[in-house]
């Protein structure tokens, strides 16, 4: 069982060797980082909004109908956009079984075939997530509650998390195209 104790601390994000790449990617990281602010704090209020709907309901006999809602809202917001950030520290869970027993060149190589087919799904989720926020906002999308918030706000938010995982994964591969030998991420990780 580990508690973590014993990692080393992550280090930050790998800069690509490429001007353009890298001023991206620092852009990203601002990003993430605000986004990162932003989603713990909306984590926060999440708890607090539920505690104040079940002491309400509990001691006060005051139900409510709109923190479900609002909670799940802010859970979408908090899970979409933190992931760019987490793959920015490539922290999203891998299944490792096959890195162990391939050479480390035919392990890169497989690394980067996951990043590209990983950055085409994730265009894909994009583009429907955009299309799914623009309905929405055009037609005027609520739930179906009594409460009826717009469906445009978990969507966008959706969106907006998903597109930067997309960047943000199109930057790592990009960078793993132009990066030298010495500074390429992926064979740094898939070293012995």
């Not at 943000?168 to 390429?184: D, F, G, M, R, S």
Request: glycine content about 4%.
């Amino acid at each position: 069982m580990s508690h973590g104790f014993e990692l080393a601390p992550a280090k930050g994000p790998a800069v690509p060797d490429h001007p353009v790449l890298a001023a991206i990617s620092r852009a990203l990281d601002r990003i993430n980082a605000m986004l990162l602010m932003l989603s713990m704090a909306a984590l926060v209020i999440t708890a607090l909004v539920l505690t104040y709907s079940v002491v309400s309901r509990y001691f006060f006999k005051l139900p409510t109908d709109w923190q479900d809602e609002a909670a799940v809202f802010m859970l979408v917001g908090v899970t979409f956009f933190c992931t760019a950030y987490v793959q920015s520290l490539r922290g999203h869970i891998g299944i490792e079984a096959l890195a162990s027993l391939l050479p480390p060149k035919v392990n890169a190589v497989r690394l980067f075939l996951v990043d590209v087919m990983s950055c085409l799904f994730c265009a894909f989720f994009s583009w429907k997530s955009w299309t799914l926020f623009h309905e929405a906002w055009v037609d005027g999308q609520t739930t179906s509650s009594t409460f009826a918030p717009p469906l445009w706000i978990p969507y966008g938010m959706m969106a907006l998390g998903i597109s930067l995982l997309t960047l943000q994964i199109l930057v790592q591969v990009l960078a793993h195209i132009t990066n030298k030998p010495a500074n390429n991420p992926a064979d740094q990780r898939s070293a012995p």
